[in-house]
């Protein structure tokens, strides 16, 4: 299983599954990040943090973090 750290930019991947908990789930769920829906890897900061990424054309910046709590295919 990767997460979505792992993909690369310009690469899009479907969301698996969810691992982490609480408000930080919560936070990730808020931005209409959930099973099933695509991401798109727009651009990785040069240290990796934070990631961009478009979901249900909405463009994101998500955490290091919080990239490694969303498990992609």
């Known amino acids: 299983m990767k997460t979505l750290r792992e993909v690369d ?8 599954k969810l691992t982490g908990t609480g408000p930080v789930k919560r936070r990730i769920m808020d931005m209409g990040i959930t ?4 991401i798109f890897v727009r651009k990785v900061a040069p240290l990796g943090d934070p ?5 249900r054309g909405y463009e994101l910046s998500l955490r ?10």
């Open 64 to 73: 290091k973090a919080d990239a490694e709590m969303i498990e992609v295919e």
């Open 9 to 16: 930019c310009g690469q899009s991947a479907t969301v698996k």
């Open 51 to 55: 990631i961009e990424v478009t979901v």
């Open 35 to 38: 099973k099933g829906v695509e």
